[in-house]
């Protein structure tokens, strides 16, 4: 059962200052100092524009991982990722109709080095930096060199000004959101255990970001 943030925001104690959209100006400034440190940028109004924007940028045959990411579920990418529509090899189905726990950990760190890694981010500083993080790792590994190419969907709301304020967003908003939504789903909290700050990619064409118009993620 998926958890979105109104299932915490009411419960939870978050810096509302920065978990609000961006003016044109700030967006498009945003926009600008992504693509000059070598992300490819989509920019999209809504959830179903999304999806069809990330479904665009897989080819089939391509092998897919996700990790755990409220956006993806939010855009309907994971159930369609489970579904038939596609002709992709979907890893998340094969690592889940695992039974031995140590063959499956092995399948989910081989998926690391998918053809198409999808998750997303917890902030994103105006100044082109991307900035996430994880208790385990299994959702950033990839990002920075496993996986072959990256799609990243962040809800526009996730945009701050500075890196500092990336950080302040990870500690003061998504992790608060998340931390509540671990123990409702596994009964033990989060941690901001291990961080990835992401300010270029050097591969051309190798990670694309999807940023849509609207509040989604923590």
Do not use: C
Not at 37 to 52: I, Q, R, S, W
């Amino acid at each position: 059962m998926s958890q979105q943030k109104s299932d915490y925001v009411d419960d939870t104690e978050i810096d509302a200052a920065l978990d609000d959209h961006p003016d044109d100006e700030t967006l498009e400034t945003a926009v600008e100092n992504l693509e000059a440190n070598g992300f490819e940028v989509v920019v999209v109004d809504t959830a179903d524009e999304a999806l069809d924007a990330v479904t665009d940028q897989i080819p089939a045959g391509a092998s897919v991982m996700n990790g755990h990411s409220t956006t993806l579920e939010e855009i309907g990418f994971d159930d369609y990722l489970s579904g038939d529509d596609h002709d992709w090899e979907s890893l998340p189905d094969q690592i889940w109709s695992i039974d031995d726990d140590a063959e499956r950990e092995a399948a989910r760190r081989d998926a690391q080095t998918a053809d198409y890694f999808l998750g997303s981010v917890n902030a994103i500083a105006a100044t082109g930096e991307l900035v996430a993080a994880d208790m385990s790792g299994s959702r950033i590994g990839a990002y920075p060199f496993a996986a072959g190419n990256v799609v990243i969907v962040s809800g526009t709301n996730k945009i701050v000004d500075t890196l500092d304020d990336a950080f302040d967003r990870l500690e003061n908003v998504a992790y608060p959101l998340e931390n509540e939504r671990a123990q409702e789903a596994y009964g033990v909290g989060s941690a901001i255990a291990k961080q990835l700050v992401f300010r270029k990619e050097m591969d051309e064409g190798r990670t694309t970001l999807v940023l849509v118009r609207e509040q989604l993620g923590y």
